[in-house]
């Protein structure tokens, strides 16, 4: 640009300085609100200021001043808490002003075309540099906003959680004292209705407590790992069932034919094997006349125990599949969701993996476990 266009420029542009300001102030978008409403007339000076330097400070002071009143009018905006889109409308209402404002120069099209390229590389910088801090800086005000949210969050279901085991194993205990009292009505009146059915339903709740008791990880404190058999373990479970299994005439079909021995709670393991064979049960009760559940465990490459248990009931549907093993997901009109969740826990702590297969006429669990080491 020649020195005389320039001279043209800054004499002009200090000459309507003050009609420039004031009409960018009179059309600025600003909230009654806005803190910082005072100063929009000085940043709009000082704005005016670095576009008037444009024509005689070397490019890099004025990039230097540029950037530092961007931020600084960024953090206001920040602090102003307003809509980013009024502040990009008044720095381009500013740009457009000045440009009307040159149309009264006398100057031909290619000097005044470069002074518009300079105007513009003046506002663009400073609107990334401005945009550019108030998107940073907001994102991380939410970001702040939303740690302390989800930490209230989590705490409250921490407290939640420990309410509900405390208030479940205040809950056993009673259960107990009733359940041990019907013992005694049984022993001094066996012929009294109705004991059986109260036992049952006793059981069923004593069994929906354990898993709940099982998800809160409670019944883990003072507990130790053991050695035990699955084989007997197996025996035990479908003698625990076996009332279960009579009323609804299901057919065993067991084939554990060599010895598998694990390491671990043995109380939970047994609660994973009562839990799938009772799904069976209950499943197999209402679909067919012939329902039976096959059982067959053996050792894979003399380091895993395998175990399929698997039932000829319907099939789960597909999109149920895929999460079963999620909480709260169940086929049962009044089942808690937890049962499958709880069964998964357990066997994942205890280095296993269980999965599910399911086609018609046969569903089948799998558990795969790590076999007990033989003592050296």
């Not at 208030?167 to 009294?192: C, V, W, Y």
Request: net charge negative.
């Amino acid at each position: 640009m020649h020195v005389v266009t320039k001279k043209k420029m800054t004499d002009f542009l200090l000459s309507e300085k003050d009609s420039l300001i004031a009409e960018w102030t009179k059309k600025i978008q600003i909230s009654e609100d806005d803190p910082y409403r005072d100063k929009i007339s000085s940043n709009a000076e000082e704005m005016l200021g670095i576009i008037i330097n444009l024509f005689s400070k070397p490019d890099d002071e004025v990039d230097l001043h540029i950037e530092k009143l961007a931020i600084l009018i960024g953090k206001e905006r920040v602090k102003a808490n307003i809509n980013i889109g009024d502040f990009v409308y008044n720095v381009n209402l500013g740009r457009s002003i000045i440009y009307s404002y040159l149309k009264k120069l006398e100057l031909d099209w290619d000097h005044l075309q470069e002074s518009i390229d300079r105007i513009n590389y003046c506002f663009d910088h400073f609107l990334y540099f401005a945009v550019s801090y108030y998107s940073e800086h907001k994102n991380k005000i939410i970001e702040e906003k939303n740690e302390f949210i989800n930490s209230t969050h989590q705490d409250r279901l921490t407290l939640l959680g420990q309410m509900t085991s405390s208030f479940i194993h205040e809950f056993r205990n009673p259960l107990t004292s009733i359940q041990g009292f019907i013992q005694l009505l049984k022993a001094d009146h066996p012929d009294m209705k109705y004991l059986d059915i109260i036992t049952n339903e006793l059981d069923q709740l004593n069994f929906q407590i354990s898993q709940y008791l099982l998800l809160s990880k409670k019944e883990l404190i003072g507990k130790e790992k053991t050695r035990f058999s699955l084989n007997i373990m197996i025996d035990e479970v479908l003698a625990f069932l076996y009332p279960s299994l009579l009323d609804s005439k299901v057919n065993v079909v067991k084939e554990t034919n060599e010895e598998m021995e694990l390491v671990g709670y043995a109380d939970e393991i047994r609660q994973v094997l009562i839990n799938i064979v009772f799904n069976a049960i209950d499943v197999l009760s209402q679909y067919r006349e012939d329902p039976q559940i096959n059982i067959k465990g053996y050792t894979v490459n003399d380091t895993h125990i395998k175990l399929e248990i698997a039932n000829n009931g319907p099939a789960i549907p597909e999109h149920m599949l895929k999460s079963i093993f999620e909480p709260f997901v169940t086929t049962k009109k009044l089942g808690t969701g937890l049962g499958l969740f709880v069964c998964r826990e357990i066997i994942e702590k205890h280095k296993g993996i269980l999965a599910c297969s399911s086609v018609p006429d046969k569903t089948e669990f799998i558990i795969l476990l790590p076999l007990a080491k033989n003592p050296s």
